[in-house]
């Protein structure tokens, strides 16, 4: 978990929201060094509305950057007990939710046929080369060979293929 949080940390300029998404990595894997790998077992509370609350703003503005201020203001506590208490939640830091919910929408402009560099602004992205490299982390492919292999396969209407569909039609007529 460490050397993963110190490697994400160098690949590209950071927003606050992943910055704190480090920071609390960072102490993770710091304690669990202590701690010999071991699992901390103390309870942890969960400020369960806070945290929804933060989840719901993060869905509404998932177009823009996102800052932890937004964030504390919001739901009442620190960006770091924030960040502990939406992993816990969600399985996923609020960086990290954000990043999935532009990446999702930007998806859905993909089948729209949209530019790329367009779909990248709209999604919030800095650009159409940041929007790439967060597409290809997330799902292997750039956008581009995403785009590409949605349109090599034939469209279903119903859970039928377009082609077979105007085939049998076609064929009763």
Do not use: N, W
Not at 24 to 50: C, K, N, P, T, Y
Not at 103 to 121: M, N, Q, S
Request: hydrophobic share 40%.
């Amino acid at each position: 978990m460490l050397s993963r949080a110190i490697d994400a940390a160098f690949r590209a300029p950071l927003e606050s929201l992943a910055v704190d998404s480090l920071i609390v990595d960072l102490a993770h894997g710091l304690m669990a060094g202590e701690r010999g790998g071991a699992r901390s077992v103390i309870f942890q509370r969960v400020d369960v509305r806070a945290i929804e609350r933060a989840r719901q703003f993060l869905d509404a503005e998932k177009t823009r950057v996102v800052h932890s201020r937004e964030l504390e203001s919001i739901t009442g506590l620190t960006r770091f007990d924030l960040s502990r208490q939406f992993r816990i939640m969600f399985g996923t830091s609020p960086y990290r939710y954000l990043l999935m919910r532009r990446l999702e929408f930007a998806r859905e402009r993909i089948h729209r046929e949209l530019p790329l560099v367009e779909v990248a602004l709209d999604a919030g992205f800095a650009d159409q080369a940041h929007f790439t490299r967060a597409f290809r982390s997330a799902f292997g492919l750039t956008p581009a060979r995403y785009r590409a292999l949605r349109a090599s396969q034939p469209t279903t209407l119903g859970g039928t293929s377009l082609r077979h569909r105007r085939r049998s039609t076609s064929a009763s007529r």
